[in-house]
């Protein structure tokens, strides 16, 4: 690891940059997986008094919006050379921290549709800048031989917390977490970015050069990776995939009051402990397997993952209905074990890939483009078909036996998919 | 017992169902509670709780303990299986079939019929230390001849896959303890369907097979620091050695599992990355 040389050499700016991209992104994405994805819900149905239907349409719309915005920031920033210019981005992220500060501090007061529809498009701005602006900070901030160790360090801090400390679903709680956790951030980015903290001064100065060195992408060496291109398009396509998985068969699992309780909510602290400690080792399995492995390798995994962990919750639930004693109370623990090994791995694959896919040049509008397609409207559309689902009254069965064929389906598509493109390369070699 | 102690003996159950013609979703399950059964589909099973059949009452099917307390006064018209648990037949009972008992409590009133019946003994005999140590002698000689066989015809498959060990430990883990941990899950669960019963046996044969190579690979790299010139007999008494020391590390508590299982997931893993040692692990190169 670069970081080991750094800290060797006592280069505590550069080490500052490591630490500071990881409390961003984790805090970033634990606002995402928390206040705006489980707290909305919340919001939405007990204070706003709307069915579930219609908050998910609310959700599937924030989705939405926020990828026309991100796609818009991203390439702004490109094109305005903001992505290489390390101040301007610490400003946007400042500017974004503070609107979200003021967002999460009214939410609980929201107590009818149209505020919650205003609320929902500022925050749909706001996360469509954000994650375009936070995303491009890779290139000043980490290596590229240790971005597989470092996303994978992000997604170990944000599961680890979310999963370990107690926090009720409820929009109440996550809001005086988050403005607690977002005060010390505001007080750090604003020093960063007034220049006026002489010793914080030195700092942006020496990271603000360093995208010169540690810019171009791991796939963007020696030829950079074009928008269009099919190198930028497959991995879009195969990450659209797996949030589409993801999203649309946890939708249904946190519906389903006896998954949940006995998982990710259950009262006892050692479950939720244990399915932490799954993520943060899930987490850096994948980061050794992204830093050792070439990127198709861990795609396989996710889906062969997302498959297995499909096939335990389809199993135990026609087992249950083959045999309804043998079911017994609780569902297996093994289930969401895999889940959160299978999420902590493509979450990790998600931080470090899209900015190996890019160059200082490119890194606004691929980033936007393969978090806004795969994140946000992979989001948007499996909300959709969730809500289709519902209103057709498809089962909990028929609903996680659709996203396990789909899982199925995209695995056996990549082993095609590679297979084909090895056999063309041969045919290609052979001179045919 | 718990559902999870209950599971395998229930599929060996259900097994048993179908080769008799049942089909499983007309198999009656009872895991726990207490239930006064009057009539069945097909075939009862009982892997816990409580399970009364009263006098009046006739099962025109078989029935199957692997757990609880069975107490039969009515007539079964079919085969009566007892694998685990306790099953007490009462006076004036009926089974028109045969009663098999392979284990557990079982108890015939005088005043039962039983049209035939069976059983099977299984004497629990208290392991020998000569026994053991024949059985490690055993081991150890296979293992022996094995690492020696493959140092003579390919040595370098296990040079690759120690390479692998010795250069790659983390990678090597991390994919050991990622596939290893997945194909189990996958084996058991494969189990469970019954139909894909033979081949999840045979996959999980095939990760002991990998385990077992990778002990070879182990016995090859401590026969490597040995004193001996002739590699095939470098890895013969290498592999004798190594699986002399992890029987070792089993009688230290915590420590010693931890580091069997630690090889075992290495091993496994730079087995896999190397393809059983046909190409050596090259990590990816990250430039920059």
Redesign the interface.
């Known amino acids: 690891m670069r970081l080991a040389e750094h800290l060797r050499a006592r280069d505590w700016p550069v080490v500052f940059g490591y630490l500071l991209f990881v409390v961003l992104m984790a805090a970033g994405y634990y606002y995402n997986v928390t206040f705006v994805q489980l707290g909305l819900i919340d919001l939405g149905t007990r204070h706003v008094g709307l069915s579930g239907a219609a908050v998910s349409a609310w959700m599937a719309g924030l989705a939405l919006l926020t990828f026309g915005v991100a796609v818009a920031m991203g390439v702004a920033m490109d094109r305005r050379g903001w992505s290489r210019n390390f101040r301007t981005k610490l400003r946007i992220l400042l500017g974004v921290v503070v609107v979200q500060f003021g967002l999460t501090v009214v939410a609980p007061t929201i107590r009818s549709v149209e505020a919650f529809g205003v609320w929902i498009v500022l925050a749909s701005i706001t996360l469509g800048v954000g994650f375009p602006a936070s995303f491009s900070l890779a290139i000043d901030l980490v290596?590229?031989?240790d971005r597989g160790y470092v996303a994978a360090a992000i997604t170990a801090v944000t599961y680890v917390a979310a999963n370990a400390v107690p926090l009720a679903w409820s929009i109440e709680v996550f809001s005086r977490v988050m403005v607690l956790a977002m005060v010390p951030g505001i007080l750090v980015l604003a020093a960063l970015v007034s220049g006026r903290v002489p010793g914080l001064k030195r700092v942006v100065d020496r990271l603000a050069t360093r995208h010169e060195e540690?810019g171009?992408g791991?796939f963007c060496?020696p030829t950079p990776v074009q928008t269009r291109s099919l190198a930028f398009a497959a991995p879009v396509v195969l990450m659209f995939g797996v949030f589409f998985i993801d999203s649309l068969g946890f939708l249904r699992i946190i519906e389903t009051p006896a998954l949940v309780l006995s998982s990710w909510q259950s009262p006892e602290l050692s479950t939720r402990l244990l399915i932490a400690a799954v993520h943060a080792v899930g987490a850096l399995?994948a980061g050794?397997?992204y830093?050792?492995?070439?990127r198709n390798g861990l795609f396989l995994?996710v889906f062969?993952?997302f498959g297995?962990t499909y096939?335990?919750y389809t199993?135990d639930l026609r087992?249950g209905a083959?045999?309804p004693?043998?079911a017994?109370d609780a569902p297996s623990i093994?289930n969401p074990l895999?889940y959160a090994?299978t999420v902590s791995f493509y979450t990790t694959l998600n931080f470090a890939l899209w900015p190996d896919l890019a160059t200082a040049d490119t890194i606004g509008t691929h980033s936007a483009i393969g978090i806004g397609m795969a994140g946000w409207l992979a989001t948007f559309v499996s909300t959709a078909v969730a809500l289709y689902l519902d209103v057709a009254d498809v089962g909990l069965l028929t609903h996680l036996n659709l996203v396990n064929a789909l899982a199925l389906l995209l695995l056996f598509g990549l082993v095609v998919g590679l297979y084909a493109r090895r056999m063309v390369g041969l045919y290609r070699g052979a001179g045919g | 017992m718990s559902v999870t102690e209950v599971i395998p003996l229930l599929v060996v159950g259900l097994l048993l169902l179908s080769a008799s013609g049942v089909e499983p979703d007309r198999i009656d399950v009872v895991v726990d509670g207490d239930h006064v059964v009057t009539d069945v589909d097909d075939a009862l099973a009982v892997g816990g709780g409580t399970v009364t059949v009263p006098g009046d009452a006739t099962l025109d099917g078989h029935l199957l303990v692997v757990g609880g307390n069975v107490t039969l006064a009515g007539q079964v018209t079919g085969d009566v299986r007892l694998v685990a648990g306790s099953l007490t037949v009462a006076d004036g009972a009926t089974i028109t079939g045969e009663l098999q008992a392979l284990s557990g409590n079982l108890s015939v009133a005088p005043g039962a019929a039983v049209a035939r019946r069976s059983t099977i003994e299984l004497t629990d005999t208290a392991p020998s230390p000569w026994r053991s140590v024949g059985f490690l002698a055993m081991q150890a000689l296979v293992v022996a001849l094995a690492g020696a066989w493959l140092t003579r015809r390919a040595p370098g498959l296990l040079e690759n896959v120690g390479d692998a060990v010795t250069e790659h430990a983390v990678v090597s883990g991390t994919v050991g303890a990622i596939a290893g941990l997945s194909l189990l899950v996958l084996f058991v669960y494969m189990a469970f369907t019954l139909v894909l019963l033979p081949l999840s046996i045979v996959g999980l044969l095939a990760e002991v097979g990998v385990v077992a190579y990778a002990y070879l690979v182990y016995g090859y790299l401590v026969g490597r620091r040995l004193p001996v010139d002739r590699p095939a007999l470098a890895t013969a008494l290498g592999s004798v050695a190594f699986l002399l020391g992890v029987e070792l590390l089993g009688h230290l508590p915590l420590v010693g599992t931890l580091v069997q299982l630690g090889l075992v997931v290495v091993g496994f893993g730079a087995v896999l990355v190397t393809y059983f040692g046909l190409q050596e692990f090259e990590p990816a190169v990250i430039p920059g």
Do not use: D, E
């Not at chain 1, 830093?291 to 070439?294: G, K, Q, W």
């Open positions: 290596p590229v031989p540690i171009p791991r060496r399995m050794v397997l830093t050792n492995f070439r995994w062969a993952l297995l096939v335990l199993s087992l083959l045999f004693t043998l017994g093994v895999f090994l």
